[in-house]
């Protein structure tokens, strides 16, 4: 579609936006919303008629892409089937989406709860865990992101949690391996591994493993930085797990459904969790839809004693009919290989490149369409380009880079000192290259900070 310049009608949205909407993590005087006139594909466009490629994926969730006709017609048939039908009854769409999902999903996790999102399938999967354990205790990674809601952002180990962290819940948070940043003086890939495994268990010793329900991890963590985990970490959480009868938690949320090359990151580690929450991409966020993946040794535990929890809307008709459109849809267009071989061919080679051009570019890591890059003041002592949480003045790097980005029409995903490349994951290699091309001269502004 071409866009069709609109002014009138973007400033009457705009207006209405900020007289009624308020915004989710905002200053709400401090914020000016763009206000967005469509989207198609890895594009969206403004009332003025600019157009801006989505690195974004929305908020890592356009999988493939915005209006994908496919899921479109899904979504409109199924409204006018059944638009709605209450949770406890068999409803087709919901029994196929079910399906469709547990075929993907490693091992046994066969049995799906629907929620309505990221959060609330963590908040339910940290529940099955402590029911089926009896224990209270949840340990979770700093540098991790979880969701919004109560349990969900206690969990969560950045400074979205700290306004809202009420240290009663039950967490504990411990290191994960991040060997550009280690906390455990590692030198190596190996190190980092064995030295962040020693840390965790040690954690649940100095805890008392009789009271850990379970570990959460997001595979491969998200916002917090795209930190793909060094090989034998997860298979070792796994052993750790195994050993202390601690229920083990893979968030997928952002990395599930073909954003790592693979239906879901666990794919890459060959590691089964017990419980997994999924959300997102599961159908491209076009109607909101998440939910946990279940073992059949967690589904036991409920077998004859009814599960104490439910949602009005789980397993929604309209949003289970999309996320069957987009698994099918994935699955005959080759969707998870050709993000798989963008991410090895095009993406991970030219940002290296830009590494090796930019000072400012202190790290680059990823995998798919699942990519960031870590900004730096300086190369050599790896300080971040603005401070830990910077807000106001000392975000100003940050935010000229994102600026030039925008401005060179890619719309970019910038959180504290680091750019992620999360584009659609069937982004076409010649948009690809066109986002890459504006971020290297995003890059050199960012460069101007360095020393």
């Known amino acids: 579609m071409t866009p069709q310049p609109n002014p009138q009608a973007g400033a009457a949205v705009k207006a209405a936006d900020r007289a009624h909407v308020f915004h989710s993590w905002s200053a709400q005087e401090l914020i000016d919303p763009l206000a967005v006139a469509g989207a ?6 403004d009332y003025e008629g600019k157009r801006y490629l989505d690195f974004t994926s929305g908020l890592v969730y356009t999988n493939i892409g915005y209006q994908h006709p496919g899921v479109v017609a899904a979504i409109q048939e199924q409204a006018a089937r059944m638009t709605t039908f209450a949770p406890a009854f068999a409803v087709e769409a919901r029994s196929e989406a079910a399906r469709l999902i547990a075929e993907r999903t490693p091992g046994d996790l066969d049995k799906i709860f629907f929620t ?5 399938a963590v908040e339910h999967a940290v529940r099955m865990a402590r029911l089926h354990t009896g224990r209270p205790k949840v340990l979770s990674a700093y540098r991790s992101y979880h969701g ?3 349990q969900a952002i206690n969990l969560t180990g950045d400074p979205r949690r700290w306004a809202s962290d009420s240290g009663a819940a039950g967490v504990v948070h411990f290191w994960a391996p991040f060997l550009y940043r280690s906390r455990f003086y590692a030198e190596t890939e190996e190190q980092e591994c064995a030295r962040a495994l020693e840390h965790l268990e040690t954690t649940i010793a100095f805890e008392g493993p009789s009271t850990v329900a379970a570990i959460i991890l997001e595979t491969i963590p998200g916002t917090a930085g795209i930190m793909v985990p060094p090989a034998g970490y997860l298979a070792g959480v796994r052993e750790i ?13 952002m990395a599930g459904f073909g954003r790592t090359g693979t239906w879901f990151a666990a794919d890459l580690y060959d590691v089964v969790p017990d419980l997994m929450t999924f959300a997102k991409g599961v159908n491209s966020g076009y109607v909101p839809l998440g939910g946990v993946a279940i073992s059949a040794r967690i589904a036991e535990t409920f077998a004859e ?8 809307y789980s397993g929604h008709p309209l949003a289970c009919a999309a996320a069957v459109a987009t698994i099918n849809v994935m699955a005959q267009e080759g969707v998870v290989e050709h993000a798989a071989r963008l991410g090895a061919e095009v ?15 202190g790290d680059v890591r990823g995998v798919g369409m699942f990519w960031a890059l870590e900004l730096v003041r ?7 380009l603005v401070p830990y949480n910077a807000t106001g003045q000392d975000n100003t790097p940050m935010a000229a880079f994102a600026a030039s980005a925008k401005a060179h029409g890619v719309w970019p995903f910038v959180n504290m000192n680091r750019t992620h490349v999360v584009p659609p994951c069937n982004v076409s290699e010649a948009e690809l290259k066109e986002g ?8 050199s502004v960012a460069d101007d900070y360095t020393v």
């Open 40 to 45: 198609e594909g890895s594009y969206f466009w």
């Open 305 to 312: 004693r009814p599960y104490p929890g439910g949602l009005t």
């Open 378 to 384: 300086n190369r050599e002592t790896r300080e971040p």
């Open 241 to 253: 797990c195994d050993k202390y009868g601690i229920v083990f938690v893979l968030d997928e949320v």
């Open 347 to 361: 993406v991970g080679p030219a940002l290296r490149e830009l590494a090796e051009r930019h000072p400012s570019v």
């Open 436 to 443: 890459l091309a504006a971020l290297d001269t995003a890059l």
């Open 116 to 120: 309505n999102a990221g959060a609330d």
């Open 148 to 150: 919004g809601t109560q």
